[in-house]
């Protein structure tokens, strides 16, 4: 692994015009992560039509202290979160009287593997859903419970516990189902749209520059397999939505709402992008 000093102050963005500077590029590492047991695939071959030939796991591009948080299960404070998604999955709530275990039963049978294929076509939205949204659909109808907040902890911990569940499963969503083709397309157009003051695009730091550092961050491809994903500069679990929030934001532009079309869209095909990669979730960032 090659190794560079960081240049206090060399990773800045030039709003007037747009051109990111970044520090050298460092590449990624080459290790093997195994999880609890589980062998995880951390590089598969890129589907067609990406832009990259190999699709490459975040944790490849994080400092060694933080990969082996991720590997150990007691050491990975996102576990917590798992283990509290497990309670939920099994309280009764709402009108119903049913619990998620009441319909499913054993997560670990009746979830297993189902994080890896989602977001999945829904037609009686004619949407796609995400799994926090497929959690509220279950809650509402099948429950007559209430439907999530946005990032309520709950949210986060039941939905990080179903994905948990598909651990090391590798990333496949199936474009064929209803009008998944068509978000696909609108979410890969907002992957390339430069938007707000710095006038930037997801492409412009996790394609770009990927490789290069920003700040004091190694900048990975941007994947969305290990989500729910613990950060420890937050301290806390981060959802994808938040996460993708957090990035428009960082752009200075106005970031549209929690699970809108837009977002969904994007999640669709930032989701494809990791095609053929393990689920990590929850994997841990800096």
């Known amino acids: 692994m090659k190794r560079y000093s960081l240049m206090a102050g060399a990773a ?137 907040k946005f990032d309520q902890p709950e949210q986060k911990a039941l939905t990080a516990f179903i994905k948990h569940q598909s651990l090391g499963t590798p990333v496949e969503l199936d474009l064929s189902e209803g009008d998944m083709q068509t978000w696909w397309d609108r979410g890969k157009e907002t992957y390339y749209t430069r938007t707000g003051q710095l006038n930037m695009a997801c492409a412009t730091c996790h394609e770009g520059a990927m490789g290069h550092y920003i700040r004091a961050d190694h900048l990975s491809q941007g994947q969305v397999n290990g989500f729910p994903t613990y950060r420890f500069n937050t301290g806390g679990l981060v959802s994808l939505h938040n996460r993708f929030r957090g990035c428009i934001r960082d752009t200075r532009a106005e970031f549209p709402a929690a699970f809108s079309d837009e977002l969904m869209a994007l999640e669709v095909y930032v989701t494809w992008r990791g095609t053929g990669l393990s689920v990590e979730t929850p994997a841990v960032r800096q």
């Open 12 to 148: 800045f963005c030039l709003a007037v015009t747009g051109m990111a500077i970044w520090t050298a590029a460092a590449d990624p590492v080459d290790e093997t992560l195994e999880i609890d047991g589980v062998p995880m695939t951390t590089r598969a071959p890129a589907p067609e039509g990406h832009p990259f030939d190999e699709v490459l796991s975040g944790w490849l591009f994080r400092e060694a202290e933080t990969r082996a948080t991720q590997e150990d299960t007691f050491e990975n404070p996102g576990m917590i979160a798992v283990e509290e998604g497990a309670e939920i999955w099994n309280t009764v709530e709402g009108s119903a009287g049913k619990s998620c275990a009441s319909c499913h039963d054993d997560a670990a049978v009746s979830m297993k593997d189902v994080g890896a294929h989602y977001p999945k076509w829904d037609a009686d939205s004619g949407k796609p859903l995400n799994v926090e949204l497929r959690i509220d659909k279950c809650r509402v109808e099948n429950m007559g419970a209430e439907a999530y």
